[in-house]
């Protein structure tokens, strides 16, 4: 795995802290655990996959669409790491 260069140089995980190891636990099939490692893996596969999907048919929404799997995932992203800096400072 890559190390996290945020946390080498100040020694605080950054947002995607986990991702890679998330992504790493689906392909071994344990989803729970994956999920757990970063909560907003599930979601940025949805939003992946519908990017993908839009690449190829077009409809009325897409970009409203978009638009709204992109907030979700930040706000899924910024809770979760807010979550993790209380449990690590406490």
Do not use: W
Not at 32 to 57: G, K, T
């Amino acid at each position: 795995m890559l190390p996290c260069l945020n946390k080498t140089l100040f020694g605080i995980d950054c947002t995607g802290c986990g991702a890679q190891r998330s992504v790493a636990l689906l392909f071994q099939g344990e989803f729970s655990e994956a999920f757990f490692m970063y909560p907003a893996i599930y979601s940025l596969l949805i939003l992946f996959l519908f990017l993908v999907f839009n690449l190829f048919f077009k409809f009325k929404y897409d970009y409203s669409i978009k638009i709204g799997l992109i907030l979700l995932n930040a706000v899924i992203i910024a809770i979760a790491y807010i979550i993790k800096m209380i449990h690590i400072f406490n």
